[in-house]
């Protein structure tokens, strides 16, 4: 879990270098996003649920954001995103399940009509999962001193790379709405453990799969961006 703060924090350094970029002339734009990511661990959630933990989904809610500076049609910056946690009840506890990563960025646009561009992104950076398992019990104090119970956590994580395409509408007044689909693959992804332990049995639960994400944002109008190859995108009002 360290990881992924470390580079969701990497992450929006980077996009305050894109922001950077921005000033110096070249444009630049920021954007909220919304959507579903696909989590791989598909024989984790079978033995949860045959513990008694309940049922967890193969895809969950993310939401963050980012922001990149435009060097004509190529563009540098930064990513992060945060899964909403999945809460599941079966007969002998409950589970919470979450994470979050960030993402350094490099795309190219093009302008396909005059208020939309395509965009082509790569993306590599790292990230983590935390799973907490909790079973109710009636303890006393002087029980808990002798005997700690409660809660356990796992985390798991490692590096990610992601491509993804993009397109976006100009909406004027410097704002603008897209959609980005894409793929994130895991590099390195650790197992998972107990408190930094490794747990020699344990399924594989990670980051991996198809996303399908909504932006709103906002960013230096496109005929400003594009004017120095004579391509012009949409038109800021």
Do not use: N
Request: proline share 3%.
């Amino acid at each position: 879990m360290r990881r992924s703060v470390v580079t969701l924090l990497l992450s929006f350094s980077l996009a305050g270098i894109g922001e950077l970029v921005a000033q110096s002339g070249h444009g630049g734009m920021g954007y909220c996003a919304i959507g579903v990511q696909q989590v791989v661990g598909e024989r984790f959630r079978q033995q949860l649920r045959e513990a008694g933990y309940g049922e967890l989904r193969p895809q969950m809610w993310s939401i963050g954001g980012g922001g990149a500076g435009w060097i004509g049609r190529v563009l540098v910056g930064g990513e992060g995103y945060w899964l909403l946690e999945q809460t599941a009840m079966g007969s002998r506890g409950h589970v919470r399940f979450g994470g979050s990563w960030g993402m350094a960025t490099v795309g190219y646009g093009v302008p396909v009509w005059k208020h939309a561009r395509v965009l082509l992104l790569g993306a590599i950076g790292g990230g983590g999962l935390v799973i907490r398992l909790w079973q109710p019990r009636e303890l006393s104090f002087g029980s808990l001193l002798q005997e700690p119970t409660g809660s356990t956590t796992l985390t798991t994580g490692g590096w990610l790379a992601q491509v993804s395409l993009g397109i976006d509408a100009w909406l004027g007044h410097g704002w603008f709405l897209g959609v980005r689909v894409g793929y994130l693959q895991p590099l390195g992804w650790g197992g998972l453990a107990l408190e930094d332990q490794a747990l020699a049995d344990a399924p594989q639960l990670k980051l991996q799969g198809i996303s399908v994400r909504f932006t709103l944002g906002g960013g230096t109008p496109w005929e400003r961006i594009y004017a120095r190859d004579g391509q012009h995108g949409g038109r800021g009002s």
